[in-house]
């Protein structure tokens, strides 16, 4: 049974910093890109990032380039979103998702997807 797993949500105050995890299980963690998505109340999802097969390539979505990043650990089946610099719009439900082999900013491509964890940022 597939499955990812987030953790690491809540409310943090603006400037301040939060790190999101998502654990897999039940598919070959190595053999997948991973991506973050997060969506607003009354917003489309939006691509926060992701991450190729070996961690070597990242890439960012606009909003977050230069404050967020992704990191995975491939033996421990689990990636990260380190958050810095937060500011109140990055407030959203933030979800990780499985994408066979390549990286990519669309959500249509992913194959697996969390539940999502709550961050809220406070102004």
């Known amino acids: 049974q597939v499955q990812l797993v987030e953790s690491g949500g809540g409310l943090v105050q603006a400037g301040g910093s939060l790190r999101v995890s998502c654990t897999a299980s039940g598919f070959t963690f190595i053999m997948y890109a991973m991506g973050w998505f997060r969506q607003a109340p009354g917003k489309e999802r939006e691509f926060v990032g992701a991450?190729?097969?070996?961690?070597?390539?990242?890439d960012y979505g606009d909003a977050v380039k230069g404050r967020f990043t992704i990191s995975r650990d491939n033996a421990k089946n689990t990636v990260y979103l380190q958050m810095n610099s937060l500011k109140p719009e990055d407030t959203a439900i933030y979800s990780c998702?499985?994408?066979?082999?390549?990286?990519?900013?669309?959500?249509?491509?992913?194959?697996?997807w969390g539940q999502g964890t709550q961050v809220t940022v406070s102004s």
């Open positions: 998702a499985a994408h066979k082999i390549t990286i990519s900013d669309r959500a249509n491509d992913y194959d697996y």
């Open positions: 991450i190729s097969l070996g961690g070597g390539t990242t």
